[in-house]
């Protein structure tokens, strides 16, 4: 038996991508979903397997906005509390 290392085949391992790998690997599920020529099963593995690497690119997103908000937070405070000593 032949293991599948097709990007559908690796649900798990989302968790341990970073938002480059994860963009990487939807291009690439992306493009053979354009191209065409799957079966019906495997492009809607490939369809969930896009759908999860999305979810995962705006999860890292959404936490880079967090961390933008909260450091221009921080410095609004800092600058705040200088002024008014």
Do not use: F, H, I
Request: proline share 2%; charged share 30%; hydrophobic share 40%.
């Amino acid at each position: 038996m032949t293991e599948n290392n097709s990007p559908a085949s690796a649900p798990d391992s989302l968790d341990a991508l970073s938002y480059e790998e994860a963009r990487e690997q939807l291009v690439a599920v992306v493009g053979r979903l354009e191209a065409g020529g799957a079966s019906l099963e495997e492009s809607l593995a490939l369809w969930e397997r896009g759908e999860a690497l999305a979810k995962r690119c705006e999860d890292w997103l959404e936490g880079a906005r967090k961390r933008l908000a909260s450091a221009r937070d921080a410095g609004n405070d800092a600058g705040a509390s200088t002024t008014t000593g």
